[in-house]
């Protein structure tokens, strides 16, 4: 390989690699995710659709409108038990 080659190649795998670090999941994600395993076997029909780097989640629920209110204070008194 040639010098242009070589740091084509090293620039092409430093950004595959800086993206896989893109993938993992931040510390308040972690948490979110944890809490959600627990309430949603509470509040059955509720489907987180993602969890931003910050922990704030968006669900919604796959049957009935009921049942908000009990998943967001399952939630609450979960994130406030992992901190």
């Known amino acids: ?13 430093g950004f595959l690699v ?16 944890a809490a959600y395993e627990v309430c949603r076997t509470m509040v059955p029909g509720v489907q987180i659709d993602r969890v931003d780097p910050d922990g704030n989640y968006w669900y919604w629920r796959t049957s009935s ?19």
């Open 1 to 13: 390989m040639e010098g242009k080659d070589v740091r084509a190649f090293v620039a092409c795998l």
């Open 65 to 83: 409108p009921y049942g908000f209110a009990d998943f967001n204070a399952c939630m609450q008194t979960e994130l406030a038990r992992q901190r």
């Open 18 to 33: 800086a993206g896989c670090a893109a993938l993992a999941n931040t510390p308040a994600q972690d948490r979110t995710w």
